[in-house]
């Protein structure tokens, strides 16, 4: 089974400041992940994903994510933050193992982002 | 955007009715998902339809069922509606190549029942 752990319920981090959101997952074979964002009462966009190669992927909006494999963690980061960042952010993992175009992408239960002006 | 509709974007019923909610993939997307969002919770897995075959399931109940169109149009039916059946329902597109995917998500119904 494939699962994702979002630690942090929520973020504080003060404009300008770096920012890193936490995710680690579970898989038995290789994983594909993925970071999305979710504004109020919008539905998802994605950032950025992680399917193979550089550990270090770079998305939208100035954001990128670290894939470690010994630790299992795929965490969020931003070198500046701006207060329009302040959303709700999503980590997902999809089993690679999974085979026959089945896509499984279970989702963490999201760390709410608050930039403070 | 992510060229991903949705409709209804808000709707209200009762327990025990039925309910149709409609998506629109991208053009070209050959796989559609479907995924439940309660309050203050991550999307979950309801199914996904593969050239308009359903090719995967999470833990949802059968009345929890859907088509996929050749027009890359899609339907999610639940039937008996219930009290936590209350969410936002979101659908996602992708193209499977390769193995190798991104979902485009829509931007969502919000289904209340009453």
């Known amino acids: 089974a494939q699962s994702v752990a979002q630690p942090e319920d929520q973020v504080n981090v003060a404009e300008g400041n770096p920012l890193t959101v936490k995710c680690t997952y579970s898989?038995?074979?290789?994983?594909?992940l993925f970071w999305y964002v979710q504004y109020p009462n919008r539905g998802l966009q994605f950032l950025l994903k992680y399917i193979t190669g550089d550990n270090l992927v770079k998305g939208s909006y100035g954001f990128e994510a670290e894939f470690n494999k010994s630790q299992t963690s795929f965490h969020l980061k931003k070198p500046s933050a701006l207060v329009s960042d302040s959303a709700l952010y999503f980590c997902?993992?999809?089993?690679?193992?999974?085979?026959?175009?089945?896509?499984?992408?279970?989702f963490g239960t999201g760390t709410k982002l608050q930039v403070i002006p | 955007e992510t060229g991903v509709t949705q409709s209804p974007t808000h709707l209200i019923k009762t327990r025990g009715q039925q309910v149709t909610l409609r998506c629109s993939s991208q053009s070209g997307h050959n796989t559609v998902s479907w995924y439940q969002q309660a309050l203050g919770q991550g999307p979950q897995f309801i199914f996904q339809y593969y050239r308009e075959e359903e090719n995967g399931r999470g833990n949802f109940p059968p009345r929890f069922s859907g088509l996929q169109f050749p027009n890359y149009s899609s339907e999610l039916n639940v039937n008996a509606l219930e009290l936590d059946d209350s969410a936002l329902y979101l659908c996602?597109?992708?193209?499977?190549?390769?193995?190798?995917?991104?979902?485009?998500f829509g931007p969502g119904t919000r289904l209340l029942v009453l």
């Open positions: 898989v038995s074979g290789n994983p594909y």
């Open positions: 996602a597109s992708s193209l499977v190549l390769a193995g190798e995917e991104t979902q485009y």
């Open positions: 997902a993992v999809r089993d690679t193992s999974i085979s026959g175009g089945y896509q499984k992408v279970t």
